[in-house]
């Protein structure tokens, strides 16, 4: 039985978590904060909301590495959207929360992470989630690049194939979605490692490709690269290309059980575990 239980809270979630479910701890969560409010989805099953925005460190006590300051729609009433957003990160970091990640809803997922990466030390930072249809890999590898010079070691691409009618409206064609996914992460993995990169597929062409590091010094770049899946055969695809999965939230266990099935079988083809992603 699960039962947090955090001062001052409005709401509180219970839920019971049996033997079969154990798998869900390995799923992270996410906490996103509207109007003054912080909702956090722990495990992909737990949902909390809290008032405070100093209560992160009490929740950051009880979920500890599975959760993450999903900042998709920061608010407050009385402080600007930078210092909001930068209050809300700095007490996360505090908290021992391991993960922020910039969204969409922020001016397209990436260009967020540069502000966190000046207002933190330690937390991670990633891109939760940019699509895989609209930017370059090159151009893609170029940013992230970048943002690992501002935050060295803490910065992750999430990538993600985007869903219609919303791409459809901007004149994006998501035809085979599983080849492009495929071809990006593997150029945009190759330039981030150094490699001048050649590529001729299906919606990926590069041509004798390499970073650009002007007056520094030339180094593969660590920045892990993990995929938003929604689709079971996304993540199959997740589970064998990818550094790590950046999963839905508010979905049922039953769902949860099945993308887990499904990282494992992705996983399995490159000889992993899902245990690796």
Same mark, same amino acid.
């Given at each position: 039985? =699960?039962?947090?239980?955090?001062?001052?809270?409005?709401?509180?979630?219970?839920?019971? &978590?049996?033997?079969?479910? $154990?798998?869900? %701890?390995?799923?992270?969560?996410? &906490?996103?904060?509207?109007?003054?409010?912080?909702? +956090?989805?722990?495990?992909?099953? !737990?949902?909390?909301?809290?008032?405070?925005?100093?209560? !992160? =460190?009490?929740?950051?006590?009880?979920?500890?590495?599975?959760?993450?300051?999903?900042?998709?729609?920061?608010?407050?009433?009385?402080?600007?959207?930078?210092?909001?957003?930068?209050?809300?990160?700095?007490?996360?970091?505090?908290?021992?929360?391991?993960?922020?990640?910039?969204?969409?809803? /922020? #001016?397209?997922?990436? *260009?967020?992470?540069?502000?966190?990466?000046?207002?933190?030390?330690?937390?991670?930072?990633?891109?939760?989630?940019?699509?895989?249809?609209?930017?370059?890999?090159?151009?893609?590898?170029?940013?992230? #690049?970048?943002?690992?010079? !501002?935050?060295?070691?803490?910065?992750?691409?999430?990538?993600?194939?985007?869903?219609?009618?919303?791409?459809?409206?901007?004149?994006? *064609?998501? $035809?085979?979605? +599983?080849? /492009?996914?495929?071809?990006?992460?593997?150029?945009?993995?190759? %330039? %981030?490692?150094?490699?001048?990169?050649?590529?001729?597929?299906?919606?990926?062409?590069?041509?004798?490709?390499?970073?650009?590091?002007?007056?520094?010094? $030339?180094?593969?770049?660590?920045?892990?690269?993990?995929?938003?899946?929604?689709? /079971?055969? /996304?993540?199959?695809?997740?589970?064998? &290309?990818?550094?790590?999965?950046?999963?839905?939230? %508010?979905?049922?266990?039953?769902?949860? $059980?099945?993308?887990?099935?499904?990282?494992?079988?992705?996983?399995?083809?490159?000889?992993? #575990?899902?245990?690796? !992603?």
């Amino acid at each position: 039985q =699960v039962d947090v239980a955090v001062p001052n809270t409005q709401r509180r979630h219970e839920t019971a &978590i049996d033997d079969d479910d $154990r798998c869900l %701890l390995r799923t992270p969560g996410r &906490i996103a904060v509207d109007v003054g409010a912080v909702t +956090l989805v722990s495990l992909g099953v !737990l949902v909390y909301e809290v008032q405070q925005v100093d209560e !992160l =460190v009490e929740l950051g006590k009880v979920v500890g590495r599975y959760a993450g300051l999903y900042t998709s729609h920061i608010r407050n009433q009385t402080l600007g959207i930078a210092d909001a957003v930068g209050e809300v990160i700095a007490v996360g970091e505090r908290a021992g929360i391991p993960a922020t990640w910039g969204t969409i809803g /922020m #001016s397209g997922g990436h *260009d967020p992470m540069a502000a966190f990466a000046a207002c933190t030390d330690t937390i991670r930072i990633g891109s939760g989630v940019v699509d895989c249809w609209t930017r370059n890999p090159a151009r893609l590898a170029s940013t992230f #690049s970048t943002l690992d010079d !501002l935050a060295p070691g803490r910065i992750i691409l999430g990538i993600g194939a985007w869903w219609d009618p919303l791409a459809a409206k901007v004149g994006i *064609d998501r $035809r085979r979605p +599983l080849a /492009m996914m495929r071809e990006v992460v593997t150029t945009v993995r190759a %330039l %981030l490692a150094d490699e001048t990169v050649t590529f001729d597929g299906e919606h990926v062409h590069l041509d004798g490709v390499e970073l650009d590091y002007v007056y520094q010094e $030339r180094r593969p770049k660590d920045v892990p690269i993990y995929i938003g899946a929604t689709g /079971m055969k /996304m993540m199959e695809l997740t589970g064998e &290309i990818a550094d790590g999965v950046v999963l839905n939230y %508010l979905v049922s266990p039953e769902y949860n $059980r099945r993308a887990m099935e499904h990282l494992e079988i992705g996983a399995a083809r490159e000889g992993r #575990s899902v245990d690796d !992603l």
